[in-house]
């Protein structure tokens, strides 16, 4: 399946989706970032794959933005989306173009701590567990439609940047066994609910 993946920063999901695309039937045509100093575009350009900067900075409204990142990636005419630590909120117009073939890593266990700053809004909120979620894209932010979850258990003496880390090492393994399921077409999104193989996840 032909695949577009948006980035944003450093794309180490990206490497990962990248060292597995044999794997799990994926032909990566393009990574897309919102930033030209994403390390992302770099791990893209070593594999040999297409890269594009869009800067929502030379947009007027998120509106414009939008419109042409689906043009950008309408060229590549793919069967899956993939946001790989993509930053920028996206429209509802964007959204419902490509429902049901869109995917989000988040690094908490959703429903909890949905936007930014998850893994310090965890430890501040004392929890024990915390984790990383695979969902599809809807207009509402991080609130689509579940598919997969690994959970970690949160440490005495954690910071924000030990338990990213360890959430990293769960989101590398995650996120290609979803995109597999995908891209051999068990997975799908009806009515807002999530079958694999036809059972509701
Ligand atoms: N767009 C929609 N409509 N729905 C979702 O579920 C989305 C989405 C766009 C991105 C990823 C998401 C995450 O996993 C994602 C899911 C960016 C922000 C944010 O606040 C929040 C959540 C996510 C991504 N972005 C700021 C903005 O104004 C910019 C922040 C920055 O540049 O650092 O767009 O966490
Ligand atoms: C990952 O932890 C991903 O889950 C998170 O950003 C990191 C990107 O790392 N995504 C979001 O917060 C989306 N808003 P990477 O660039 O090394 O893959």
Redesign the pocket.
């Known amino acids: 399946m032909k695949g577009v993946v948006l980035?944003?920063?450093?794309?180490?999901?990206?490497?990962s989706i990248i060292d597995n695309a044999n794997d799990i039937n994926l032909d990566i045509e393009a990574v897309i970032s919102n930033k030209e100093a994403?390390?992302?575009l770099e791990r893209a350009k070593k594999a040999n794959i297409t890269t594009h900067t869009l800067d929502h900075k030379q947009f007027s409204s998120r509106e414009a933005f939008d419109q042409n990142l689906s043009q950008l990636i309408d060229q590549y005419n793919p069967g899956v989306i993939i946001?790989?630590?993509?930053?920028r909120i996206l429209t509802e117009e964007f959204t419902q173009k490509y429902t049901g073939k869109m995917l989000?890593?988040?690094?908490s266990l959703l429903p909890k701590f949905q936007?930014?700053n998850?893994h310090q809004r965890a430890i501040d909120a004392k929890e024990t567990e915390h984790g990383?979620t695979i969902h599809f894209v809807t207009a509402e932010l991080?609130g689509g439609p579940i598919i997969a979850q690994s959970q970690i258990k949160v440490l005495e003496d954690d910071s924000a940047e030990s338990l990213?880390k360890r959430?990293?090492i769960e989101?590398h393994k995650l996120f290609p066994k979803v995109i597999h399921w995908f891209t051999q077409n068990q997975l799908k999104l009806n009515d807002n609910k999530v079958t694999l193989d036809g059972k509701l996840m």
């Open positions: 980035i944003s920063g450093s794309g180490s999901n990206l490497q994403a390390y992302g946001l790989a630590g993509f930053m989000n890593i988040h690094p936007g930014l998850t990383v991080d990213a959430v990293l989101e």
